[in-house]
């Protein structure tokens, strides 16, 4: 018998692509952003010119391998990413998609990540399972084959279906399993689309404001989120039960500021009701209060090397801004201001300190905590070690915390 989700895999490959854009954009996401598998898996001081090896464990159309595979060129890295998909569709338009920028350092197999071990493709410093776990009739199995395929320093980048932000997909699926489940793919998307302008006001999908999908992904998006074969959902607390059972733990959850309970309460009082919760509690109670985390991100180690891997300020170590350049962003911002961003609807501004700005202005991918401390210090900014400490630590919890600020012990961005 053939694998429904193979099929629809090989007839809507996913996400849609042109492989020719590549030549104006590199797409950048999470997880597998060269600075956030440095920052939470090696502690920032991971040389990736001793070889590193990547594997995209359905890697689909290609965005994430394409990405990695990108940076590493840039910096010339010795390194091997290997595309792993069960379509041969989605395969071929990742594969385009390499050969449009020119990149060697990817490999590409048709196959399934439950076949690891006859795959014979070895070991690996970093795994990305984003978006598949979830299709898979066991996720448990996929995870801990993915687990067992790691190196022994290595790490793994997932993304599973948050259960609330997906609130009505469910209920919109159930109803397209009520019209009919027998005829062809393209008859199913038009009785999707009809029944999409037909909903009432009062429909839990109509409600749900952070579903998008069927609106911008074109047909692909439409079978992917109303028609998919197999799918499921979690909460914070059902990804660290899945995660645990296959021996590893969580480093991190992205954005770590959307689950983090004082990023939704000013209250005092019942901060400190939630300050003795174990972390994961902590986040399932912020995934309750947001109700609008249509997926879960994280970053992944065995559990030998919990507690070890995420990068933490120190004198030598580079702050790197993942998008902007540290002065531009800091002639954004006034003294004593604050850093906003709007997450999945939500607006979070998040204090700063006074000397945010000349701090930033000085943060270039290039020079360390200690080199930006002495530039301050020439440039008339008299900052003691302890205060520049203080400061930089407290700006970089917000812009850390918006996923947009990591360390690292070397440059690891072109320019």
Known sequence: MSDPVADQYEAYPYPARNPSDERRRLIQGSP???????????????????????????GGTGDGAIMLAQQLTDIGAAAEIVHLDISAAARGIAEARARERGLANLRFVTGSLLDLDRLGLGRFDYIDCCGVLHHLEHPQEGLCALADALAEDGGIGMMVYGELGRTGVYHAQEMLRLLGTGEPAPTRIEWARRLLR?????NWFRRNPFLADHLEGGESGVHDLLLHARDRAYRVSEVADLVAAAGLAIVRLLEPCRYNPASYLTDAALLKRLSPLEPIARAAFAELIAGNMKSHIAYLVPVARAGMTEALPSPDMIPHLRHADGAETARGLTPGGRVKATLGGLEFAFALPRRTGPILARIDGRRTLAQIREALSRDGHNLGEVAFTAEFDQMFRAFNGLNQMFLADRPLLRG
């Not at 597998?32 to 090696?42: F, K, P």
């Not at 590193?52 to 359905?58: D, E, V, Y």
Request: aromatic share 16%.
């Open 32 to 58: 597998s952003h060269i600075l956030e598998i440095d920052h939470y898996l090696y502690a920032g001081r991971r040389d990736f010119s001793r070889g590193f090896r990547a594997l995209f464990a359905g």
């Open 198 to 202: 037909q909903l009432p006001p009062t």
